[in-house]
Nanobody, 120 residues
Framework: QVQLVESGGGLVQAGGSLRLSCAAS????????MGWFRQGSGKEREFVAS?????????YSESVKGRFTLSRDSAKSTSVYLRMNNLQPEDTAVYYC????????????WGQGTQVTVTS
């Protein structure tokens, strides 16, 4: 089984920055992609960013492109980091890390989530 643990959420003023981390443990060798999603209060969960193995290519939602950067330590590591700059109140949400294994069509493992609150 793969377990995901997020960290790094918190309270920040608009224009500030945060760095979220997600550490995957367990049987991670078959990882195809790791992604971040978020869910604001009263809103549906939405895609934020993803990074794929082994090449490390990334994809971002239009709402965060240019402000957020998703990275990893190396192709052998399944720890990923979401650097969030110029945060805005609309970025307030619970952020979830997720993992998609090779051969799967969706993200099958999710972390417990970490709260990000941006004040104006």
């Amino acid at each position: 089984q793969v377990q995901l643990v997020e960290s790094g959420g918190g309270l920040v003023q608009a224009g500030g920055s945060l760095r979220l981390s997600c550490a995957a443990s367990g049987r991670t060798l078959s990882t195809y992609a790791m992604g971040w999603f978020r869910q604001g209060s009263g809103k549906e969960r939405e895609f934020v960013a993803s990074i794929r193995w082994p090449g490390g290519s990334t994809t971002y939602s239009e709402s965060v492109k240019g402000r957020f950067t998703l990275s990893r330590d190396s192709a052998k590591s399944t720890s990923v980091y979401l650097r969030m700059n110029n945060l805005q109140p609309e970025d307030t949400a619970v952020y979830y890390c997720a993992r998609q294994r090779i051969g799967a069509s969706t993200y099958g493992r999710w972390g417990q989530g970490t709260q990000v609150t941006v004040t104006s």
